[in-house]
């Protein structure tokens, strides 16, 4: 785990990325998000975090948050920065999500596990998955959602993960680490609806 009091360069960023698409995945259970469609049953040694929201009306809407996640609006956190690949959307594309907290930043590691693109008269979904790699300080799986009824014309964000620390250090910061994974749930929310120029609270 690589603790920087500042935000790296491009530079660096550059050649984590190049680094990442090397690393191995850090639990078995990859991919089992895609399973999980209503996470109410435990995962034996792991944290679950799910967040279904409305976020509006409208078919307009719906196309205007699609833009939006698309763009991965939802990760624009003044205390989180997404360092992408060329093709963030292609299964088995590495990323690196950057999180600031106590005053440091630090990488995190993860590979795209499935994309989800569903069209059909009674629900449209657009989707992803990604799983943590080597250096995490989680072990684990975080999906992402966007869901449009047309029954009810309304547009639904999902998000959910199961997790627990990676390391030493990861174990002894749990309480934190977790609280900083319940913010980032929320905070995503807000930041998708406001990158579809709606307001929140």
């Not at 191995?24 to 209503?38: A, H, L, N």
């Not at 992408?84 to 990488?107: A, N």
């Not at 569903?118 to 943590?132: I, V």
């Not at 929310?189 to 990158?195: E, N, P, V, Y």
């Amino acid at each position: 785990m690589n603790f920087q009091p500042r935000k790296p360069s491009p530079t660096t960023v550059a050649n984590w990325l190049t680094h990442v698409q090397n690393l191995s995945f850090t639990y078995p259970e990859v991919g089992r998000s895609r399973q999980i469609v209503q996470p109410t049953l435990p995962m034996q040694g792991y944290q679950q975090f799910h967040l279904r929201v409305p976020i509006g009306q409208g078919a307009a809407l719906y196309e205007q948050a699609r833009e939006a996640f698309i763009a991965w609006r939802m990760f624009d956190l003044h205390w989180v920065h997404l360092c992408l690949p060329p093709d963030p959307w292609q299964e088995g594309s590495s990323l690196i999500v950057l999180g600031r907290s106590l005053g440091l930043w630090w990488p995190n590691a993860s590979r795209i596990i499935y994309t989800l693109n569903e069209q059909t008269p009674h629900l449209r979904r657009l989707g992803f998955a990604y799983g943590t790699l080597t250096g995490n300080m989680a072990r684990g799986e975080e999906r992402f959602l966007l869901e449009w009824d047309p029954e009810k014309e309304t547009t639904y964000y999902d998000f959910y993960s199961f997790s627990c620390p990676n390391g030493l250090l990861s174990h002894l910061g749990a309480f934190h680490l977790r609280q900083l994974q319940e913010r980032f749930m929320r905070e995503s929310a807000q930041s998708l609806i406001r990158g579809i120029g709606g307001t929140t609270t």
